[in-house]
């Protein structure tokens, strides 16, 4: 069966840094475009990146320049590098096979000083 699990969150200072796993399993993960989303207390969830097939990427404006949304087709496995975090970036962040109804149960990333 699918199976998606994130890891790498933590409780974080502003300015800082954290990279983020998606282990994966069930699926052809090199056929499978891949996505990040986040969600707040109290607020919708919201798409962060995409990573195609071929590697392209998408990202939402406000993370632009400062997230990197990578793959390793060899591993099974999707990254999201996240750099200079800010406080308004702390969510449950959530993987997903793009389009499906397949997701992980999410890690915390917290950003605080």
């Known amino acids: 069966q699918v199976q998606l699990v994130e890891s790498g969150g933590d409780l974080v200072q502003p300015g800082g840094s954290l990279r983020l796993s998606c282990t994966t399993s069930?699926?052809?993960?090199?056929?499978?475009?891949m996505r990040w989303y986040r969600q707040a207390p109290g607020k919708e969830r919201e798409f962060v990146a995409h990573?195609?097939?071929?590697?392209?990427?998408i990202y939402q404006d406000s993370v632009k320049g400062r997230f990197t949304i990578s793959r390793d087709n060899a591993k099974n496995t999707l990254f999201l590098q996240m750099n200079n975090l800010k406080p308004e970036d702390t969510a449950m962040y959530l993987c997903?096979?793009?389009?499906?109804?397949?997701w992980g149960r999410g890690t915390q990333v917290t950003v605080s000083s």
């Open positions: 069930g699926f052809t993960f090199r056929e499978s475009a």
């Open positions: 997903t096979i793009a389009r499906s109804t397949y």
């Open positions: 990573i195609g097939m071929d590697g392209n990427t």
